[in-house]
Nanobody, 116 residues
């Protein structure tokens, strides 16, 4: 069956780094763009980064220069390298694989907490 599974979240101090993974199964992953979203308590879900099927990337301004999205289609996995983390990066991070407006899948989320 179709699955998207995020991993790599955790507790990190300000200035630290984490690498999130989004592992896909049950569909042709290379045909899908993948976006990372995050949702902090009491806030709306926010688009953070997107990596296309051609490996083009886009980022929200608040993470530019700190976060890097990449993909390895041989492993059906997309990564989000997060450096110089700030307390305001604290959120549940989700990946979404998208082929069209009606053809997409969400992962279950992974918690990232940035705190001293």
């Amino acid at each position: 069956q179709v699955q998207l599974v995020e991993s790599g979240g955790g507790l990190v101090q300000p200035g630290g780094s984490l690498r999130l993974s989004c592992a896909a199964s049950g569909f042709t992953f290379s045909w899908y763009a993948v976006s990372w979203y995050r949702q902090a308590p009491g806030k709306e879900r926010e688009l953070v980064a997107t990596i296309t099927t051609a490996d083009s990337t886009n980022y929200v301004d608040s993470v530019k220069g700190r976060f890097t999205a990449s993909r390895d289609n041989t492993k059906n996995t997309v990564y989000l390298q997060m450096n110089n983390l700030k307390p305001e990066d604290t959120a549940v991070y989700y990946c979404k694989a998208v082929r069209s407006a009606r053809n997409f899948y969400w992962g279950q989320g992974t918690q990232v907490t940035v705190s001293s």
